[in-house]
């Protein structure tokens, strides 16, 4: 054998072994693409589904919401009823209600003040800036 066929078989052997490594790898990518497609039907399959599930979720919120939009306006319009009642009736009664009060407190005092065996109270004692006025309590002591 000439150093030529020598060559020969070895780059032919080579070659043998480069194409079986090619072959092998090609049947594994193969595998991986069969595996990757069978993975991406499978999650369609079950992404359609829950897709619907959420669309038919967010058709529900989305009623849930105007409802309670409507029972807020409600509730809005319903205490602006009441403030206004009871503006109404602050007016109406308050005044009045106020003026009996005064009146009754008046007859009180005037019917205590008519009794003859009450002692009349003192004057009651005022703050001046910048002077210490005695304490009404000081002279509602027990004297020893």
Excluded: C, H
Excluded at 50 to 76: F, M, N, P
Excluded at 121 to 144: E, I, Y
Aim: proline residues 3%; charged residues 20%; without cysteine.
């Amino acid at each position: 054998m000439s150093g030529g066929e020598v060559a020969g078989i070895l780059v032919a052997v080579f070659w043998a072994i480069l194409v079986s490594f090619l072959a092998v790898a090609l049947a594994r990518l193969a595998q991986t693409l069969k595996a990757t497609t069978k993975l991406v039907a499978d999650v369609t399959d079950q992404a359609v589904p829950l897709l619907a599930d959420a669309s038919t979720a967010v058709r529900s919120a989305q009623t849930q919401i105007e409802r309670v939009d409507a029972i807020a306006s409600d509730v809005q319009e319903v205490t602006s009823n009441a403030s206004a009642l009871s503006t109404t009736v602050a007016s109406t009664f308050g005044g009045p209600l106020v003026k009996v009060a005064a009146f009754g407190y008046g007859v009180r005092r005037a019917i205590g003040g008519r009794r003859e065996n009450v002692e009349p109270k003192a004057p009651r004692r005022t703050v001046l800036v910048g002077r210490t006025v005695p304490s009404a309590r000081r002279g509602k002591r027990k004297k020893d």
